[in-house]
């Protein structure tokens, strides 16, 4: 159990262009899911906060208008980059924690985003 | 807000022997305490972990420790295989629902 998928695994989109990233918890329900971004060789640092049904808390620093994040049902959360630009380019990882049952996160594959 | 230092930055073993990696931690608040292992490419995947009503937990060739006073705790891998070579990510939170702060993470390599 506590299965986290991420789709797509990798995308390339041009400058300008917005992308969608899905982040699924499979075999469980999941109130809170979280977004990171990592870097080559560095440690993952939080986006965002996701919770079902509201709005999601955006880290300091972290444009909340352009990494829309959506969290519409206990399973699905989305993290949408618009108008992505080179330095956009990043690994982007989900975790969803299942608050009912344990303090544990789960987290997807991650999504290699190229920005060209 | 809280601040995870981790080290080594990277550790070299040969096969078969122990591994040990360590963490610090600032927010007394902080009760949970898990270790990832993220391999190349891949998301990071939960090995272990520890809450701070207890020292110690095992599981296997792994164990990590944790002394609340001090604000430290650590991972202990032993009789290691060449699959363990991987990243390690110790993290700290104050519990269900909250945010994880990371480490630097560990570049572990065991040498067949």
């Known amino acids: 159990g506590a299965v986290v998928s991420q789709h797509p695994s990798r995308v390339i989109c041009k400058s300008g262009t917005s992308v969608k990233i899905e982040c699924r918890s499979l075999?469980?329900?999941?109130?809170?899911m979280f977004w990171y971004r990592q870097f080559p060789k560095q440690s993952l640092m939080l986006m965002a906060t996701?919770?079902?049904?509201?709005?999601?808390?955006?880290e300091q620093g972290v444009e909340k208008d352009k990494f829309l994040i959506n969290h519409a049902s206990l399973t699905l959360s989305t993290l949408t980059v618009t108008s992505a630009h080179p330095e956009d380019s990043s690994f982007y990882i989900c975790?969803?924690?299942?608050?009912?049952?344990?303090?544990?996160?789960?987290f997807g594959p991650g999504t290699r985003l190229t920005v060209t | 807000g809280e601040n995870v230092e981790q080290h080594p930055s990277t550790l070299s073993v040969q096969e078969g022997d122990s591994a040990v990696i360590k963490c610090t931690y600032s927010?007394?608040?902080?009760?949970?305490f898990p270790w990832y292992k993220q391999e190349l490419g891949k998301g990071p995947q939960l090995i272990i972990d520890?809450?701070?009503?207890?020292g110690e937990k095992k599981d296997q060739r792994i164990a990590v420790t944790l002394n609340k006073t001090a604000k430290h705790f650590s991972l202990h891998i032993t009789e290691t295989q060449p699959e363990d070579s991987a990243v390690y990510f110790c993290?700290?939170?104050?519990?269900?629902?909250?945010?994880?702060?990371f480490g630097g993470g560990t570049r572990l390599m065991v040498k067949p």
């Open positions: 975790s969803a924690a299942r608050t009912s049952v344990g303090y544990e996160q789960y």
């Open positions: 075999d469980f329900q999941a109130t809170t």
């Open positions: 996701s919770n079902e049904g509201s709005k999601a808390t955006y």
């Open positions: 927010d007394s608040a902080s009760n949970y």
């Open positions: 520890i809450r701070s009503n207890v």
């Open positions: 993290a700290a939170s104050r519990g269900a629902g909250n945010m994880l702060t």
